[in-house]
């Protein structure tokens, strides 16, 4: 097994998903599986889903044809179809699972290849002796990062084929390290055909889109990222394992760590749904869907970029010695990173700033607190007050 089964398992997922998402929009239509707008959705339009059970079949066959038919794999397998069920459900009941009975499944599911043998068992960190977990407290550990995963992409499928685009380029970036190491080439391979599912449905989820994963779908995804990051990157010896799934996962992690530290701080249920996911922000000052997914695209590819910098670029000598050239090279990748995260912050807080401010002065305007102002001379004002920084307060959430 080599790069060329894991790039034919791409192709060939990709086909099928691509192939099978139509006939999974036909048959959510007529099962009445429609996501209606609501108030906090982006959508416009009523549009199927069940889309999940399209990237499931791409999964399981690519899976059968291109994995070896081991105990890891049969678990992988067993989880992906327990998970999709109960997305599925989740998905066709009208209001949902209860978040209780969900996360239950998740768990449920997520147990099924850790007991087949996909866990971590140890943890290696730079400059310090690997950190032993044990079976018991590793298959902890891992289920409760699976479910975690789950999650995070989960609470990121908000916007046409943003987490479909997130997870080809998660799932893709997995693949090309997990093949990079000795030994890890059915990782490469079950990551490289979730990048192909991913892709082959994004085809159809890109906007506008005619169809959407469901939890079926994000859910299905999260679980197979988080069994790649465990048998193709974090059961390795490299000593930043640790840091290639934290840095290809950063956008939709950090965007699951804002969502329910808000709603902590406003004690709200951490399932509770909201307005405040990054998609949703950028929605709220005026991008459009595509735009919207285009930068946090941009995002995820230069963390992936790093991640894969990490990887090959040779910044250190056998001996452990660092080698400076090529350490100027990583931190170029960083530095690229770090102005891509601070760009988009700074993105939409200067954009949020402009639209509550213009809101605001038009505000005073009509309550006489200003004189009139026309829309050339009120965006002059807020052009002048984001140059200088003087401004009144403005509040919101």
Not at 80 to 98: K, M, N, Q, S, T
Request: charged letters at 15%.
């Amino acid at each position: 097994m080599d790069e060329f089964d894991a790039l034919w398992a791409f192709l060939v997922a990709a086909l099928i998903a691509f192939a099978a998402t139509p006939p999974v929009a036909r048959l959510a239509r007529r099962l009445g599986v429609i996501h209606h707008p609501r108030d906090r959705d982006l959508h416009d339009r009523p549009v199927p889903g069940l889309g999940g059970l399209a990237i499931l079949a791409a999964v399981v066959v690519a899976a059968l044809v291109f994995l070896p038919w081991n105990g890891e794999t049969r678990g992988i397998v067993g989880g992906v179809l327990a998970i999709a069920l109960v997305g599925a459900v989740d998905d066709w009941r009208e209001g949902g699972l209860h978040p209780a009975v969900k996360l239950a499944g998740q768990f449920a599911a997520a147990a099924i290849p850790v007991s087949a043998g996909v866990y971590v068992d140890h943890v290696t960190l730079p400059f310090v002796d690997p950190l032993g977990l044990g079976e018991t407290g590793g298959k902890a550990l891992t289920l409760v990062g699976m479910v975690a995963v789950m999650n995070i992409v989960n609470f990121t499928d908000g916007a046409d084929g943003l987490a479909a685009g997130v997870c080809t380029i998660a799932a893709g970036t997995f693949a090309i390290i997990a093949l990079s190491f000795d030994g890890r080439d059915d990782a490469g391979v079950l990551a490289a055909l979730t990048a192909g599912a991913a892709l082959g449905f994004l085809w159809h989820n890109f906007h506008p889109a005619s169809i959407f994963m469901g939890d079926a779908g994000s859910n299905l995804l999260g679980l197979l990222l988080a069994a790649v990051a465990i048998q193709g990157i974090l059961k390795t010896a490299a000593v930043v394992a640790l840091f290639f799934p934290l840095l290809i996962l950063a956008v939709p992690a950090l965007d699951a760590t804002f969502v329910v530290a808000k709603r902590i701080k406003y004690r709200r249920p951490v399932y509770s749904a909201d307005r405040w996911h990054f998609h949703h922000r950028f929605a709220n000052v005026g991008f459009s869907q595509r735009r919207t997914v285009l930068y946090l695209y941009g995002w995820t590819l230069s963390l992936a970029a790093l991640a894969l910098a990490m990887r090959f670029v040779p910044y250190s000598e056998d001996d452990g010695t660092l080698n400076a050239g090529w350490a100027l090279v990583i931190a170029g990748f960083g530095v690229v990173a770090l102005a891509a995260s601070l760009y988009l912050v700074l993105q939409l807080e200067i954009l949020k700033f402009r639209r509550f401010r213009e809101r605001e002065i038009q505000r005073q305007v009509e309550t006489g607190e200003m004189p009139a102002l026309s829309t050339e001379q009120i965006e002059q004002e807020i052009e002048r007050e984001v140059e200088t920084g003087e401004f009144e307060a403005v509040r919101h959430d």
